[in-house]
């Protein structure tokens, strides 16, 4: 069993920057890929950003490439998501998840394990 715990959500200004951060527990995330998905308002739950195991392949929605950058730490069992250039539309619960199979996938329904999301408000 994997738990998944994302920190670092808050209100920022557009233009201005977050950093989430999720920590994982109950196993080694070091082989596995990882990845970021949000849900705002009355939406469904979409793609943000994937990383491969490794970290040397990343794949990113369109509507943040070039603003936001994962990361991860297997040493420290966490991944990351550095935010920049926010934007009133970023706003939603952003969950981490993990992906025991081993391709680098934007579907959520290929995900395992979830974390229980952490709020993100860009007020413009």
């Given amino acids: ?13 557009a233009g201005g920057s977050l950093r989430l951060s999720c920590l994982a527990s109950g196993r080694s995330i070091g082989s596995y890929i990882m990845g970021w998905f949000r849900q705002a308002p009355g939406k ?8 491969s195991s490794s970290g040397g392949r990343t794949v990113y929605a369109d509507s943040v490439e070039g603003r ?11 991944e990351y ?12 619960v952003y969950y981490c998840a993990l992906d025991l199979h081993g391709i680098l996938t934007t579907i ?4 395992d394990y979830w974390g229980q999301g952490t709020q993100v408000t860009v007020s413009s």
């Fill in 108 to 111: 959520p329904s290929r995900y």
């Fill in 68 to 78: 936001f950058t994962i990361s991860r730490d297997n040493a420290k069992n966490t």
């Fill in 81 to 92: 998501l550095q935010m920049s250039s926010l934007k009133p539309e970023d706003t939603a």
């Fill in 44 to 51: 469904e739950r979409v793609f943000v950003a994937a990383i």
């Fill in 1 to 13: 069993q994997v738990q998944l715990v994302e920190s670092g959500g808050g209100l920022a200004q």
